[in-house]
């Protein structure tokens, strides 16, 4: 099919969720584990963050290029890591450094699609932690269309070096996501 209105390559357009009242998205807005239900996405996740598929996500085949899901996975972990009091991104926070990326793609997106991006923490050290996330269209069930994982390590402002994950930061990873400490 052809999306004549957009100009590209129609790839997904899933019908409505008609069956239940449906939740108003709030775009780049902190959406919190009873709006995750709500909108389909299962436990464990209890932290997401919405946004629309926009035309400069797309590639030359018309469904979202693969560099876009690591940009929303970097829009997403800005505001969850300040609700987890690892950071507030002052002069005097640490630098948040990703060691590692992995993504595994399930699913084409096309343009238009609302999407959800929920990620968790899984497991964490002293300066550094694992971060699972993954990235959803909503509905009654809703479809997971992108998994993976960080690494993030925390270093001194300075880079002088490592920077201990805050008390507080390792308390809402530990309670909020059930992460390990290893």
Same mark, same amino acid.
Request: with cysteine; charged share 20%.
């Given at each position: ?24 998205? /709030? ?15 299962? /436990? ?97 069930? /809703?479809?997971?269309? /992108? ?36």
């Amino acid at each position: 099919e052809y999306d004549a209105r957009h100009g590209v390559p129609l790839i997904l357009r899933p019908e409505p969720d008609t069956s239940r009242p449906m939740t108003t998205l /709030a775009y780049h807005t902190p959406l919190p584990e009873g709006t995750l239900r709500d909108l389909g996405i299962p /436990a464990p996740w209890t932290f997401g963050l919405a946004d629309r598929v926009r035309f400069g996500e797309l590639d030359a085949l018309g469904h979202v290029n693969h560099t876009a899901y690591l940009r929303w996975v970097e829009s997403f972990r800005l505001p969850f890591l300040k609700a987890r009091q690892v950071t507030d991104y002052g002069p005097n926070a640490p630098r948040l450094v990703l060691k590692e990326v992995t993504c595994t793609y399930l699913m084409e997106m096309g343009l238009g699609l609302d999407y959800v991006v929920t990620g968790r923490v899984s497991r964490f050290r002293n300066t550094s932690f694992t971060m699972e996330f993954g990235v959803w269209l909503p509905g009654e069930a /809703a479809t997971c269309t /992108a998994q993976g994982r960080t690494i993030v390590v925390l270093l001194n402002r300075d880079g002088s070096g490592r920077y201990p994950i805050p008390d507080a930061g390792r308390d809402a990873f530990a309670t909020l996501d059930g992460a390990v400490a290893d």
